[in-house]
């Protein structure tokens, strides 16, 4: 089955204590995306990346990074996470720009809360 | 810049009934791709629809139709009949031109909170 797989799904850490957050898709997609979603405010990028080493910042980076060693695999790490870090992350892959539709595959979400 | 607007912070439908999601869009480019994703309380995110900036047909899918109107840089979402599944936050979204360097970044709007009623 075609998926984005990321984990943990629900997280609770304290301010300070970095943490790993997986995405895995198994499309062999070239693009891989983070986004976060916070109310009011719609999903926003964080980072992204066109291909294994290729990254680069989205919107709102401040706080975050990522790395992509392997083509199927994009993590976001928090170094030193903050409260304004509590957020629902998403994970989203898609396949070259050739493909019409552009639809991102988003994994099931992340919910993270910094306390 | 661009940017998408979704007005409608949430609406009500009765269950059965047709309803509009309203969203405009914001872009200097001509080629663009406009998309329409369903969250439900779960939290994950839906593809429903696509619509090409250079389709001249509207698209639809199943109970899903996307009512583009080029030149009102509008693109509302249409669900006609409308079931208690249907209840959920649908989240209007634009993408980057394809071109040399592009992020295929999608741009979200906030959102409408869509509740359908018995």
């Known amino acids: 089955e075609a998926q984005v797989t990321q984990n943990p799904r629900y997280l609770i850490t304290v301010t300070g204590k970095k943490l790993t957050v997986t995405c895995s898709q198994n499309m062999n997609h070239e693009y891989m995306s983070w986004y976060r979603q916070d109310p009011g405010l719609g999903l926003r990028q964080i980072y992204y990346?066109?291909?294994?080493?290729?990254?680069d910042k989205g919107d709102v980076p401040e706080g975050y990074k990522v790395s992509r060693k392997e083509k199927r695999n994009f993590p976001l790490i928090l170094e030193s996470p903050s409260p304004n870090q509590t957020s629902l992350y998403f994970c989203?892959?898609?396949?070259?720009?050739?493909?019409?539709?552009?639809?991102?595959?988003f994994g099931e979400g992340s919910r993270l809360t910094v306390l | 810049a661009q940017k998408i607007t979704q007005t409608q912070p949430g609406m009500f439908v009765q269950e059965k009934e047709a309803v509009t999601l309203d969203c405009t869009y914001d872009t200097s480019d001509q080629s663009y791709g406009l998309f329409w994703y369903k969250q439900p309380s779960s939290g994950e995110m839906i593809f429903l629809i696509y619509?090409?900036?250079?389709?001249?047909q509207n698209a639809t899918e199943g109970r899903y139709s996307l009512n583009f109107q080029k030149a009102r840089k509008s693109a509302n979402l249409v669900i006609s009949a409308s079931q208690l599944g249907d209840s959920a936050m649908y989240f209007c979204a634009m993408r980057e031109p394809l071109r040399g360097g592009a992020t295929n970044k999608l741009i979200f709007g906030t959102g409408t909170l869509l509740a359908v009623q018995p």
């Open positions: 989203a892959s898609h396949p070259s720009a050739g493909v019409r539709t552009g639809e991102l595959f």
């Open positions: 990346s066109m291909n294994v080493e290729v990254t």
């Open positions: 619509q090409g900036s250079y389709d001249e």
